[in-house]
Antibody, heavy 117, light 112 residues
Framework: EVQLVESGGGLVQPGGSLRLSCAAS????????MSWVRQSPGRGLEWVSE????????YYADSVKGRFTISRDNSKNTVFLQMNSLRVEDTALYYC??????????WGQGTLVTVSS | DIVMTQTPLSSPVTLGQPASISCRSS???????????LSWLQQRPGQSPRLLIY???NRFSGVPDRFSGSGAGTDFTLKISRVEAEDVGVYYC?????????FGQGTKLEIK
């Protein structure tokens, strides 16, 4: 069974940083593309970043480019999202997503990020 | 960016009756490999989104056959042949043809 467990969310002040983690199990992680997708009442579902299994990328939404960095540790079956220079509008539930079939096949439960002073 | 526009945004449906949701993209979703990366997701209340349909019309594993997808190019439709109580939630179309991947605004399906 595929499991994606996000962690690392929390309350942070504008300009601060957070590092999200997603622990994956139940599938061949090293051959899977992974994305982060966020959801907020004001902005709906928004794709944030993707890291592929092979050559190419990573890829970012313009709204986070230069501030967020996605990475992966295949030895630990974990994908990360380093978020710097956080803004109020980054407040959202952040989902870790496994890609396959040209789509978002499996979703985690999400970790909540709140940016507020 | 490709804009995904869903209609309606809210759909009250009687149990056992059909439901239909449309999704229109601002650009063709046909990729250079000939495939069209248009998916449909379901988000039940309090849950994470779940994949229902990929590449326009392919049902994901475990999805009931009352769900079907159709369309081509820029116009797509999700149909539920007979709505059941467990189908309540928000439905999203999603394109993965071009970066950035983009979602529709969501259509809330509720029971009359």
């Amino acid at each position: 069974e595929v499991q994606l467990v996000e962690s690392g969310g929390g309350l942070v002040q504008p300009g601060g940083s957070l590092r999200l983690s997603c622990a994956a199990s139940g599938f061949n992680f090293r051959t899977s593309g992974m994305s982060w997708v966020r959801q907020s009442p004001g902005r709906g579902l928004e794709w944030v970043s993707e890291i592929v299994a092979g050559v190419g990328g990573p890829y970012y939404a313009d709204s986070v480019k230069g501030r967020f960095t996605i990475s992966r540790d295949n030895s630990k079956n974990t994908v990360f999202l380093q978020m710097n220079s956080l803004r109020v509008e980054d407040t959202a539930l952040y989902y870790c997503v496994k890609e396959r079939l040209g789509s978002f096949e499996n979703w985690g439960q999400g970790t909540l990020v709140t940016v507020s002073s | 960016d490709i804009v995904m526009t869903q209609t309606p945004l809210s759909s009250p449906v009687t149990l056992g009756q059909p439901a239909s949701i449309s999704c229109r993209s601002s650009h063709s979703l046909v990729f250079s490999d000939g495939n069209t990366y248009l998916s449909w997701l379901q988000q039940r209340p309090g849950q994470s989104p779940r994949l229902l349909i990929y590449e326009i019309s392919n049902r994901f594993s475990g999805v009931p056959d009352r769900f079907s997808g159709s369309g081509a190019g820029t116009d797509f439709t999700l149909k539920i042949s007979r709505v059941e109580a467990e189908d309540v939630g928000v439905y999203y179309c999603l394109q993965l043809t071009q970066f950035p991947y983009t979602f529709g605004q969501g259509t809330k399906l509720e029971i009359k």
